[in-house]
């Protein structure tokens, strides 16, 4: 993928602004989110894309704040001869030091990609609540999967997800669907099994309706 690549995937002319990159970046990945858009290939192909062609765009399109301060610094060492020269007076053998790199390192960063999927996270997490409460089990073990794919290390997904599986098994119990709900039952333990008091639960709830657990 070349420079002209990022900026057209990104819907950019070439020589956009870091701030444009940005606010397309932010906007792009959004729409196209695995997380948003469970089982769909395309968009997660494309979020991926997106994703590449922002870091590269990164390594080449300084934030404005850099080089605004990097342009004030050089427009102040002209215009003051006598202060630079007052530092090198003692060395006059000695070749200047490059212009210092602390003005980048203290600038903010723009948001990372685990920045964006932090956020995404949390979105999701209130779109799965809103889901349970409403009882729209099917939607809400799908997007829980699907945010549990995309971060499989996140130990707070996790428990989202076994507690998902056991509300929508004791949902399947009162519609009489015990074989099924006993399958969910056993995807939550499986999920989270260093959850003490989720298998206590769920093994009260397979004593009180008579299922083998």
């Not at 932010?26 to 590449?52: G, M, S």
Request: hydrophobic share 35%; glycine share 2%; charged share 25%.
């Amino acid at each position: 993928m070349d420079i002209g690549d990022c900026y057209r995937l990104l819907g950019l002319r070439s020589g956009a602004s870091f701030a444009e990159i940005k606010a397309s970046y932010r906007r792009l990945v959004q729409q196209y989110h695995p997380d948003l858009n469970p089982d769909d290939e395309k968009c997660k192909e494309k979020f991926i894309a997106l994703t590449e062609a922002y870091k590269l765009l990164q390594t080449v399109v300084p934030p404005e704040e850099i080089a605004v301060k990097s342009h004030s610094s050089s427009s102040l060492s002209s215009s003051s001869p006598s202060s630079t020269s007052s530092v090198f007076e003692d060395s006059s053998t000695q070749t200047p030091s490059p212009p210092s790199v602390s003005t980048t390192t203290v600038m903010p960063h723009p948001p990372t990609v685990e920045d964006i999927e932090q956020r995404l996270k949390w979105k999701t997490y209130e779109q799965l609540q809103r889901f349970l409460q409403e009882k729209r089990f099917p939607q809400a073990i799908a997007l829980v999967e699907a945010l549990a794919a995309r971060l499989p290390g996140d130990i707070e997904v996790k428990q989202w997800q076994a507690i998902s599986y056991q509300i929508w098994g004791r949902a399947l119990i009162a519609q009489k669907q015990l074989p099924k709900a006993r399958i969910y039952l056993k995807k939550a333990i499986k999920t989270d099994p260093h959850n003490k008091a989720l298998f206590n639960e769920v093994q009260r709830d397979f004593e009180r309706l008579g299922i083998k657990f």
